[in-house]
């Protein structure tokens, strides 16, 4: 977690739609190999940061540094297959079996069929799926196997960058903290560096290690479980 050059960095960054700012001149280094987990109500800009990480969005002012250089948005589809991204809703792809929505980043790069099975079944594994799993289509899934599915999909070709949108909110209590047991299991099997949008406080504390609460445009706080801790009842006040 330290020593290791930060994946993702954040200098100066300001961005806006063309209306109000978003985020104003935010600074910010993501330690390397740990989930750092970033905060804030809905509408703070959490979604639209991670789309600054991964070149989706262009900053008005400022660097996005990826693997310790500029973002260079005329290569920026190079990177995707070095940032798995989750968003909220696992949206697979319905016609697909889990195996081929989860094995699609490699079909595309031309890897070999028994490369690609072998990659699904490490990642069912992973995720606690039997592995039968990888012949069915995502309907006959519940929405929490669904969503795992969406986080092997990501994980696929094993990027040292995941940035994970809401990604557990849509499901149940029960569901989520089974999830994120699998989360952590992952984690530890395959370190990333991750950054978990979040706007869940307990989540955050379950599944994080560094914590990032971005409000009217700048972070407000940042910190380690116990800087967490201290935010707690004024975040929950504030959401
Ligand atoms: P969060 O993920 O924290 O809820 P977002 O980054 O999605 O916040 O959005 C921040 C603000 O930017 C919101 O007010 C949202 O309405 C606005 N916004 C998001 N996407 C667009 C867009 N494509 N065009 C204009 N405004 C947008
Ligand atoms: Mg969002």
Redesign the pocket.
């Known amino acids: 977690m330290t020593g290791a050059p930060s994946p993702i960095q954040l200098q100066n960054v300001s961005f806006d739609?063309d209306?109000a700012p978003?985020l104003r001149d935010v600074s910010y280094t993501f330690a390397a190999h740990a989930v750092t987990a970033v905060l804030?109500r809905?509408?703070?800009?959490?979604?639209?940061?991670l789309e600054l990480v991964n070149g989706m969005l262009r900053p008005k002012a400022g660097t996005v540094a990826v693997f310790g250089k500029p973002l260079d948005y005329a290569q920026v589809y190079a990177l995707r297959s070095q940032i798995g991204y989750v968003v909220q809703s696992a949206a697979l792809f319905p016609h697909m079996t889990v195996g081929r929505n989860i094995s699609l980043s490699g079909v595309v790069q031309g890897q070999a069929r028994d490369v690609l099975s072998a990659r699904v079944r490490t990642l069912l594994a992973m995720a606690q799926l039997p592995e039968a799993y990888a012949d069915k289509y995502p309907y006959e899934l519940s929405g929490g196997e669904q969503q795992r599915v969406s986080v092997c999909r990501a994980m696929f070709l094993n990027p040292p960058i995941l940035l994970m949108d809401e990604p557990f909110s849509a499901l149940d209590y029960g569901t989520k903290q089974a999830i994120y047991a699998h989360f952590q299991a992952w984690q530890t099997a395959e370190p990333r560096t991750v950054i978990l949008?979040t706007h869940d406080w307990e989540e955050a504390k379950q599944l994080a290690d560094t914590f990032v609460w971005i409000d009217d445009g700048r972070i407000r706080s940042h910190g380690n479980k116990e800087e967490l801790d201290r935010w707690k009842e004024e975040y929950q006040a504030h959401l």
Not at 42 to 49: E, L
């Open positions: 739609y209306t978003l804030g809905s509408g703070s800009g959490k979604s639209t940061m949008v």
